[in-house]
């Protein structure tokens, strides 16, 4: 698995709108806040508008939105529509024929491992608890005299 700019682009702009649950969050302000550039933010919000992921609304007060709860949203699901497959190596995919070895393949039973370790963690980490975690980090710093 790897996770190219836009994908860690995506997740910075889910969790953004995870923050921010229920609001319309202009792009300008989402590209400030994660530090991503505008241009490219524009395209990974298309994208992820495309995969359901994202709102958009029109006009003065517009903006983006997630389109679902943040608990609905894993890690997995976004890093998998953005980047692809996160299997570590091709012949752990469906159908896979680039091998004539490829089931008695020792290494194929440790990357098959790989693979599973990995999706357990992507895929039972959602967006809500990402961004209550966010939320404690902050709280947690604050100090007062």
Not at 22 to 38: D, M, Y
Not at 39 to 47: G, R
Not at 67 to 94: N, Y
């Amino acid at each position: 698995m790897k996770i190219t700019y836009k994908g860690d682009y995506a997740l910075k702009a889910i969790l953004d709108l995870s923050l921010n649950y229920g609001s319309v969050v202009t792009i300008h302000e989402l590209s400030q806040r994660a530090q991503i550039p505008f241009k490219f933010l524009e395209q990974v919000l298309l994208d992820l508008k495309r995969g359901g992921f994202v709102e958009s609304r029109r006009g003065k007060v517009g903006g983006y939105l997630l389109a679902k709860h943040p608990s609905e949203i894993s890690m997995g699901d976004v890093v998998r529509f953005i980047d692809g497959p996160i299997e570590p190596i091709a012949c752990l995919e469906k159908d896979y024929a680039g091998c004539t070895d490829v089931y008695r393949c020792v290494f194929r039973k440790i990357w098959s491992l790989v693979s599973l370790a990995t999706s357990e963690i992507v895929d039972n980490v959602n967006f809500e608890t990402l961004a209550n975690q966010v939320r404690t980090s902050t709280e947690a710093v604050v100090y007062q005299i």
